[in-house]
């Protein structure tokens, strides 16, 4: 099965910041990569499919990239209501698997 | 509008069989391309993929929990079912159903979860 080793685990960052998450996939995995954002007590919330495929409705500071194995999410600056846990997914042969997940917090 | 909701027992003992039923609208499980999934997080940890079943009844499974699930879906009812037998208390977690996105590689629309607490 294929591993996502998500990168940092804590990751402390003001309003206004650049952020950057990553993603490794322990196999290449073309371009099937999705990030969610999770706040307590919800479910997760689709941001970016197919790697960099912002979903309806999601605000374009969020940003996706990468292939084959190596994958980031980007926030552009960030906004009070960005501080969550953010998690990336992978799909490969009809088998999915979730990064550990990036919690953000204020600084 | 798609919504998903998840019910079922809120605690079972260990060594019992935990069925959990997704209740979803909104969408049809009869439409070509469409999918459900399971997925789990236990307290304070990561999201668990456990299962998936599509419109033409294809069921995928996760290769470490495999032999223990089994899903089922009643279209007429717009329901999918997770069994999950020989309950441990490390199954502790809160269980969501899911749809799949159009592209069969993402989770779009999720439930609300459901809390299920494995103990004696």
């Known amino acids: 099965d294929i591993q996502m080793t998500q990168s940092p685990s804590t990751l402390s960052a003001s309003v206004g910041d650049r952020v950057t998450i990553t993603c490794r996939a322990s196999?290449?995995?073309?371009?099937?990569v999705a990030w969610y954002q999770q706040k307590p007590g919800k479910a997760p919330k689709l941001l970016i499919y197919?790697?960099?495929s912002l979903e309806s409705g999601v605000p374009s500071r969020f940003s996706g990239s990468g292939s084959g194995t190596e994958f980031t999410l980007t926030i552009s600056s960030l906004q009070p209501d960005d501080f969550a846990t953010y998690y990336c997914?992978?799909?490969?042969?009809?088998?999915?698997?979730f990064g550990q997940g990036t919690k953000l917090e204020i600084k | 509008q798609v919504t998903l909701k998840e019910s079922g027992p809120a605690l079972v003992k260990p060594t019992e069989t935990l069925t959990l039923t997704c209740t979803f609208s909104?969408?049809?499980?009869?439409?070509?391309?469409?999918?459900v999934s399971w997925i789990r997080q236990p307290p304070g940890k990561a999201l668990e993929w456990l299962a998936r079943?599509?419109?033409?009844?294809?069921?995928f499974y996760s290769t470490s929990l495999k032999t223990r699930l089994t899903i089922s879906k009643d279209t007429s009812k717009n329901q999918v079912v997770l069994t999950m037998t020989n309950m441990d208390p490390v199954d502790t977690a809160t269980y969501y159903c899911?749809?799949?996105?159009?592209?069969?590689?993402?989770?779009?629309?999720w439930g609300q979860g459901t809390l299920v607490t494995v103990s004696s």
């Open positions: 196999q290449s995995i073309s371009s099937w």
């Open positions: 997914q992978q799909y490969n042969s009809y088998l999915y698997s």
């Open positions: 079943i599509d419109w033409d009844d294809d069921k």
């Open positions: 197919k790697a960099s």
């Open positions: 899911a749809r799949i996105g159009k592209l069969g590689t993402d989770f779009d629309y």
């Open positions: 909104g969408f049809s499980l009869s439409t070509s391309g469409v999918r």
